[in-house]
């Protein structure tokens, strides 16, 4: 019975999930508020009884829920997405996480929080929720202004803000204590990224060229089967390395969006994503007792209010100090105030380990509540809340920013023109990655050794031989990089001396680089080497492995030189042009005065505008506006002409005046009572031309019968003659036998028309089956 239990379960889960998730849609809410509500409802708390009786299985259903859930965030956040974002909106986004962390700090003092708790209650502030800012965003057409760009491109950033402090935070919880201190946070951050890089690498590598192979060997199936493993494998390898599971489902995303299979995968996991994250959202509301949260709502209402102003400030904080301007830094902050998903994650990780409070749970859905109803009217009202912010600043402000944005603006000029960082700005970033790449492949070094040592049932000296050897590879191209750094620092730092001076000076300086670099290396492999015994079987492997490496040292530059043009062109072939809030080109340009705006819908299954042309539609003329593009399974039309039709999850781009572009939202989101295709029903028939049949004796071009019967004569038999796919000149004989394809319905009144005869007058017109062809090509027509 344990089993009818759990689908018992499910069922209650997702019929609760559904009712709610569409009722508060309906009231321009985010459907994870409705999820929410639906655990509280069904849960234990509620009285008079608990409609979920096997917490245990839905919480591992929760689990897979999560799993699913980081992945979708990660298919939307992408390296090059990352790239594109620029490091100015990263440094942004840091700036805000920290003035928040300092502000709750503050918060924490007056209200007597520990640090642990402190901690857990700045980062669920300091991380917004981009699935409802990027819905709200939609709901109001704001998606594609500049504001609206730079709050979905802070909510991206901070998914990764979130990941980051799940890691801290899991590194605080395993430590026990009340806060990480500086060395053990750079210790964690330091795996953490050493982690990350070493796993995308090899994913980069991997992921892609496993993908190709399955389009083209497997079917869809089979793809759904290997990318469901790869997703799982990667979130439990994450787990065991003493991360979470949420950081490895969201890597395996981050490296299936460089693919150009993103979007075939994303829509093949589509429905059990939103099955599963649904389960973990109600999994999170049946945990929460529903009279703390009523005897707590002062709490949450002041602590609401106090996100809602550190939030804004924050973030406009962080903009401005970019060089972004005053107005568009404040509209964003308006925008990106709300907080979801992860800051529930966050708060579920604090009350299991014990570290806060229970109440930070129900404390965290309040939070999401109010901020979820808040963000549609702050995103709608951002420009008159803007202008009024800015008209309330103090004169001694105003001047203080301007001077700072003009100084941001001349060191910007001076980076620009600067040689020596054009120069040397790729190296810099191949050692980084190379560093941390190692550093992973040795913190993973034990693992990988129970796994192949038992897999291969081999000595463990060959494993590490083996191992060493692989990290003198990208270690010898840091230093080769750095020997080039090395003399790069030493010829910009001596020029403009006296010959003499400038030789002496230029080989010390050189000398001095590589010492500092060659430090600085062999401490930061030291630190992740393996710790006991194994330290020692390093250097007794490293020998063997300098002797095979010093042997095949061309071959394995040349290994080096392959992996690094692969992951190149892993990178540059995922660079297609996508529709997105942060990277349509030509939105995000001031147009407020032509009373224009661009927002983007998606064309439904059952959409009664599917198969017809843009010029059919009317669009301009009924509503004044105007399609400017068309993604269509991940691929962009730009500028898409009047015979361009759409279909079915079409993602259409609009340009127009707000008012009128409801209304056509609305045209192109009607849908049909039925569904219209008969894909499956089209079959081959043969019928027969009678003796006297009104077909007889006519050509096919005159017939017509894909224009006006809805049907394609695929053969003609003529006695011991076949003729395959006839052409237009072929004329039909009493006899005949006719292979027709189309649907039941079409073939049936084919059927019926050719078998029709001719009135003895030799009339043609009259008869049943004539109306019926009129019929059709009037329909046609």
């Given at each position: 019975?344990?089993?009818?239990?759990?689908?018992?379960?499910?069922?209650?889960?997702?019929?609760?999930?559904?009712?709610?998730?569409?009722?508060?849609?309906?009231?321009?809410?985010?459907?994870?508020?409705?999820?929410?509500?639906?655990?509280?409802?069904?849960?234990?708390?509620?009285?008079?009884?608990?409609?979920?009786?096997?917490?245990?299985?839905?919480?591992?259903?929760?689990?897979?829920?999560?799993?699913?859930?980081?992945?979708?965030?990660?298919?939307?956040?992408?390296?090059?997405?990352?790239?594109?974002?620029?490091?100015?909106?990263?440094?942004?986004?840091?700036?805000?996480?920290?003035?928040?962390?300092?502000?709750?700090?503050?918060?924490?003092?007056?209200?007597?929080?520990?640090?642990?708790?402190?901690?857990?209650?700045?980062?669920?502030?300091?991380?917004?929720?981009?699935?409802?800012?990027?819905?709200?965003?939609?709901?109001?057409?704001?998606?594609?202004?500049?504001?609206?760009?730079?709050?979905?491109?802070?909510?991206?950033?901070?998914?990764?803000?979130a990941v980051v402090m799940l890691t801290v935070l899991n590194s605080v919880v395993a430590l026990g204590e009340g806060g990480a201190g500086g060395g053990g946070l750079a210790a964690t951050l330091g795996g953490f990224g050493a982690f990350v890089v070493f796993a995308g690498v090899l994913g980069l590598l991997l992921v892609p060229w496993?993908?190709?192979?399955?389009?083209?060997?497997?079917?869809?199936?089979?793809?759904?089967?290997?990318?469901?493993?790869?997703?799982?494998?990667?979130?439990?390898?994450?787990?065991?390395?003493?991360?979470?599971?949420?950081?490895?489902?969201?890597?395996?995303?981050?490296?299936?969006?460089?693919?150009?299979?993103?979007?075939?995968?994303?829509?093949?996991?589509?429905?059990?994503?939103?099955?599963?994250?649904?389960?973990?959202?109600?999994?999170?509301?049946?945990?929460?007792?529903?009279?703390?949260?009523?005897?707590?709502?002062?709490?949450?209402?002041?602590?609401?209010?106090?996100?809602?102003?550190?939030?804004?400030?924050?973030?406009?904080?962080?903009?401005?100090?970019?060089?972004?301007?005053?107005?568009?830094?404040?509209?964003?902050?308006?925008?990106?105030?709300?907080?979801?998903?992860?800051?529930?994650?966050?708060?579920?990780?604090?009350?299991?380990?014990?570290?806060?409070?229970?109440?930070?749970?129900?404390?965290?859905?309040?939070?999401?509540?109010?901020?979820?109803?808040?963000?549609?009217?702050?995103?709608?009202?951002?420009?008159?809340?803007?202008?009024?912010?800015?008209?309330?600043?103090?004169?001694?402000?105003?001047?203080?920013?301007?001077?700072?944005?003009?100084?941001?603006?001349?060191?910007?000029?001076?980076?620009?023109?600067?040689?020596?960082?054009?120069?040397?700005?790729?190296?810099?970033?191949?050692?980084?990655?190379?560093?941390?790449?190692?550093?992973?492949?040795?913190?993973?070094?034990?693992?990988?050794?129970?796994?192949?040592?038992?897999?291969?049932?081999?000595?463990?000296?060959?494993?590490?031989?083996?191992?060493?050897?692989?990290?003198?590879?990208?270690?010898?191209?840091?230093?080769?990089?750095?020997?080039?750094?090395?003399?790069?620092v030493a010829e910009f730092s001596t020029q403009g001396m006296v010959a003499d001076v400038r030789d002496r000076l230029r080989g010390l300086i050189a000398l001095g680089v590589r010492i500092v670099a060659t430090v600085a290396m062999v401490t930061w492999v030291a630190s992740f080497a393996p710790a006991g015994a194994l330290r020692w079987a390093l250097p007794a492997s490293a020998l063997v492995a300098l002797a095979a490496f010093v042997w095949l040292r061309q071959r394995m530059i040349y290994w080096h030189?392959?992996?690094?043009?692969?992951?190149?062109?892993?990178?540059?072939?995922?660079?297609?042009?996508?529709?997105?809030?942060?990277?349509?080109?030509?939105?995000?340009?001031?147009?407020?005065?032509?009373?224009?705006?661009?927002?983007?819908?998606?064309?439904?299954?059952?959409?009664?505008?599917?198969?017809?042309?843009?010029?059919?539609?009317?669009?301009?003329?009924?509503?004044?506006?105007?399609?400017?593009?068309?993604?269509?399974?991940?691929?962009?039309?730009?500028?898409?002409?009047?015979?361009?039709?759409?279909?079915?999850?079409?993602?259409?781009?609009?340009?127009?005046?707000?008012?009128?572009?409801?209304?056509?939202?609305?045209?192109?989101?009607?849908?049909?009572?039925?569904?219209?295709?008969?894909?499956?029903?089209?079959?081959?028939?043969?019928?027969?031309?009678?003796?006297?049949?009104?077909?007889?004796?006519?050509?096919?071009?005159?017939?017509?019968?894909?224009?006006?019967?809805?049907?394609?004569?695929?053969?003609?038999?003529?006695?011991?003659?076949?003729?395959?796919?006839?052409?237009?000149?072929?004329?039909?004989?009493?006899?005949?036998?006719?292979?027709?394809?189309?649907?039941?319905?079409?073939?049936?009144?084919?059927?019926?028309?050719?078998?029709?005869?001719?009135?003895?007058?030799?009339?043609?017109?009259?008869?049943?089956?004539?109306?019926?062809?009129?019929?059709?090509?009037?329909?046609?027509?």
């Amino acid at each position: 019975m344990h089993e009818a239990a759990f689908i018992q379960d499910l069922a209650v889960i997702l019929a609760a999930a559904a009712g709610l998730g569409w009722l508060c849609q309906r009231i321009g809410l985010s459907a994870v508020v409705g999820y929410l509500v639906a655990g509280m409802v069904v849960g234990p708390y509620t009285p008079p009884f608990s409609l979920v009786t096997d917490d245990a299985s839905i919480a591992t259903a929760a689990e897979v829920g999560l799993v699913f859930l980081m992945f979708s965030i990660g298919l939307r956040l992408s390296f090059r997405r990352l790239q594109r974002l620029g490091l100015g909106l990263v440094l942004a986004v840091f700036i805000g996480a920290v003035l928040v962390y300092y502000a709750t700090r503050g918060l924490g003092l007056v209200a007597g929080l520990d640090g642990g708790q402190t901690l857990f209650l700045a980062a669920m502030l300091m991380v917004s929720s981009s699935a409802i800012i990027s819905k709200v965003l939609h709901e109001t057409g704001a998606g594609h202004e500049r504001h609206g760009q730079l709050a979905m491109g802070v909510a991206v950033l901070e998914d990764v803000v979130a990941v980051v402090m799940l890691t801290v935070l899991n590194s605080v919880v395993a430590l026990g204590e009340g806060g990480a201190g500086g060395g053990g946070l750079a210790a964690t951050l330091g795996g953490f990224g050493a982690f990350v890089v070493f796993a995308g690498v090899l994913g980069l590598l991997l992921v892609p060229w496993l993908l190709r192979v399955l389009s083209v060997k497997a079917d869809e199936e089979l793809q759904t089967l290997a990318t469901a493993a790869l997703l799982f494998g990667l979130a439990i390898i994450a787990q065991r390395a003493g991360y979470s599971l949420a950081l490895g489902a969201f890597l395996i995303g981050c490296i299936v969006a460089e693919t150009p299979h993103r979007h075939s995968v994303e829509r093949i996991f589509e429905g059990m994503r939103d099955v599963f994250s649904a389960v973990f959202f109600v999994a999170i509301g049946l945990q929460i007792d529903v009279h703390a949260l009523g005897e707590a709502w002062w709490l949450v209402l002041g602590l609401a209010l106090f996100t809602l102003i550190v939030r804004v400030g924050a973030v406009s904080t962080g903009l401005v100090l970019i060089g972004r301007s005053h107005r568009d830094a404040l509209r964003a902050g308006l925008v990106a105030t709300p907080i979801g998903e992860f800051s529930f994650i966050i708060a579920q990780l604090g009350v299991a380990a014990k570290m806060v409070p229970t109440v930070f749970y129900p404390l965290a859905v309040g939070l999401s509540l109010v901020t979820s109803l808040t963000a549609p009217f702050l995103t709608r009202k951002a420009e008159p809340l803007a202008e009024g912010l800015l008209r309330v600043r103090p004169r001694w402000l105003v001047g203080m920013l301007e001077s700072y944005q003009g100084w941001l603006e001349r060191l910007g000029e001076k980076q620009a023109g600067s040689m020596l960082w054009k120069l040397s700005r790729r190296r810099v970033i191949q050692i980084v990655v190379e560093l941390l790449f190692v550093a992973g492949l040795l913190a993973s070094a034990e693992q990988l050794q129970l796994l192949i040592t038992r897999w291969l049932n081999g000595p463990g000296w060959f494993f590490w031989t083996a191992l060493v050897a692989v990290a003198l590879v990208p270690l010898f191209a840091v230093w080769r990089n750095v020997s080039v750094l090395a003399l790069m620092v030493a010829e910009f730092s001596t020029q403009g001396m006296v010959a003499d001076v400038r030789d002496r000076l230029r080989g010390l300086i050189a000398l001095g680089v590589r010492i500092v670099a060659t430090v600085a290396m062999v401490t930061w492999v030291a630190s992740f080497a393996p710790a006991g015994a194994l330290r020692w079987a390093l250097p007794a492997s490293a020998l063997v492995a300098l002797a095979a490496f010093v042997w095949l040292r061309q071959r394995m530059i040349y290994w080096h030189s392959e992996l690094e043009v692969g992951l190149q062109d892993v990178l540059s072939e995922a660079g297609t042009v996508r529709m997105s809030s942060t990277s349509v080109p030509w939105a995000g340009r001031q147009h407020e005065e032509w009373n224009l705006s661009v927002a983007d819908c998606v064309i439904p299954d059952l959409a009664e505008c599917s198969g017809r042309s843009l010029a059919q539609l009317g669009l301009r003329a009924r509503f004044g506006c105007t399609v400017v593009g068309v993604e269509r399974q991940g691929c962009m039309i730009s500028l898409p002409g009047s015979s361009e039709s759409l279909f079915p999850r079409d993602k259409v781009l609009l340009l127009g005046d707000p008012e009128h572009m409801v209304a056509a939202k609305a045209a192109l989101g009607a849908v049909a009572a039925t569904e219209t295709s008969e894909f499956d029903a089209v079959g081959l028939e043969t019928i027969l031309v009678p003796a006297g049949s009104r077909a007889a004796g006519s050509t096919l071009a005159a017939l017509a019968p894909s224009a006006v019967h809805g049907v394609q004569l695929a053969g003609i038999g003529r006695g011991h003659l076949r003729i395959l796919n006839p052409g237009p000149g072929e004329r039909l004989q009493p006899g005949d036998k006719l292979l027709a394809l189309g649907t039941p319905v079409k073939l049936r009144a084919f059927r019926a028309w050719v078998r029709d005869l001719l009135p003895a007058d030799g009339s043609t017109s009259g008869g049943d089956g004539d109306n019926w062809a009129d019929g059709e090509v009037n329909g046609v027509a």
